[in-house]
C-alpha cells in the first residue's frame, strides 16, 4: 500500500532532525537558547484521549493526543525544567532550558485529561481563557463550521475545511453569521442529523476554581475571542477589560498575563493591553522568549500531535527538539539579525 503524504512527511522531517543532530547542530541551537537564558513558552490548546481525538471537529493544529501529551509532560519533566510564568526569568542562564507550559481557550480536555498528568509531574501551567465562553458547548466558531461542513459534505478534505477556515477568521462578524446560516440551513433542508458530543465544549468555572486551587494560573484571551485587529477599538478595549474584571472577579487575584486570540496584534492592541495593566502578553509567533523580548509581544510555540511524534506516530523527543527548539532557535536568531542590521542612511549613501 503507498505510504500517506502524512507518513512520508513525517519521515522526511525525522531524516533532517536526525542529520541536525549528527552534525552537532541542533546540539549547538540548544547550548545556544541554554546560555543566553532563552524560556520556550509552549502552546497547546488541547489534550485528547483516543475516541475524542477521532471525534472532534477541532483542526489536527491544536490538538494532541492523551498519550503523546503524557509522555512529553514526562520528558520534559525529567530533561528540561519547567517552570512557571512568574519565574521564567528570561535572561537569566540554566542548566536546562526553561520550558513555560500555556494553553489556550479553556476546552474542558484542559481540566479531564491534560491538568491530572500536570499535577501528577508538578509541571506548573497557565490556561488562557476567555470569561464569555466557559461551559459552553462548541462555543468556538471554527469548530461549528467544520461539524457542518462535513455534515453537508462527507467527502469534504481536510485540506478544504483548513482553508475555509482561514478564510473565515478574516471576515468581518456577520459574514461569518451568514455563512454559518446557510451551512445551517443546509442541513435543516436535507434533514441532517446533528448530534452535540460534548466532545469540544469549554469547563466551567467549578472546574476553573479547583484547577485554581491546585497551583494553574489563569489568564485573559478575551472575553469572547476575538481577534483584537479586526475590530474596532472601543470594542476590543471591552474584550479586553471585560475579561480582565471577570477572572480577577472570579479568582479574587490580579490578572496580568494575556494571550492574543490566534496570535494576531498591533501597535494599538498592545497599548491598550499596557493602559489595562497588563505585565505579559503573549502571541504565536515562533521564537524563544528572550530578555529582549517585548513583554507584551512574546513568541510561544504552538505544539499539535503532528510535531510531536516521529515515523511510527508515537512520542519523539527529537521530533520535539527539531520542531520546538530548532525551530524557535532559527527565528530568533532571523530576528536578532533583522535588528541588529544598520538602518539604510541616504546621506552616508550620497557622501
Known sequence: MKPSNETVRRFLRWLWANLLTATGFLWWAKRQLRMSG???????????????????????????????FRELVAHLADSYEPVSLSSASPGRASGRIRIVFTFDDGWVDNYKVAFPIARQHCVPVTIFICPG?????????????????????????SMEIEAEIERLKFCTDEERAQQIERLLQEVRTRAIPIEASGVDSTFSWAAAGEMADAGIDFGSHTQTHQILTKILADRALREIRESKNGLESKFNKSCETFAYPNGTWSAGTRR?????????????????????????????CNVAE???????????????EYTVLWKAWRATKVKSNRTAQPAHDPAATAA
Open 272 to 300: 491598550l493591553l499596557a493602559e489595562e495593566g497588563f505585565s505579559l502578553a503573549f502571541t504565536t509567533e515562533r521564537g524563544a522568549w528572550t530578555e529582549s523580548s517585548d513583554p507584551l509581544a512574546i513568541p510561544r
Open 133 to 157: 465562553l466557559m461551559d459552553q458547548e462548541s462555543p468556538f466558531w471554527p469548530e461549528r463550521v467544520v461539524g457542518l461542513m462535513k455534515a453537508t459534505r462527507p467527502s469534504v478534505t
Open 306 to 320: 503532528d510535531d510531536l511524534v516521529g515515523p511510527k506516530g508515537r512520542f519523539s523527543p527529537l521530533m520535539f
Open 38 to 68: 532563552a524560556v520556550i513558552a509552549l502552546t497547546l490548546h488541547r489534550v485528547l484521549v483516543e475516541d475524542d481525538f477521532l471525534k472532534t471537529n477541532s483542526l489536527p493544529g491544536i490538538v494532541v493526543r492523551e498519550s503523546t
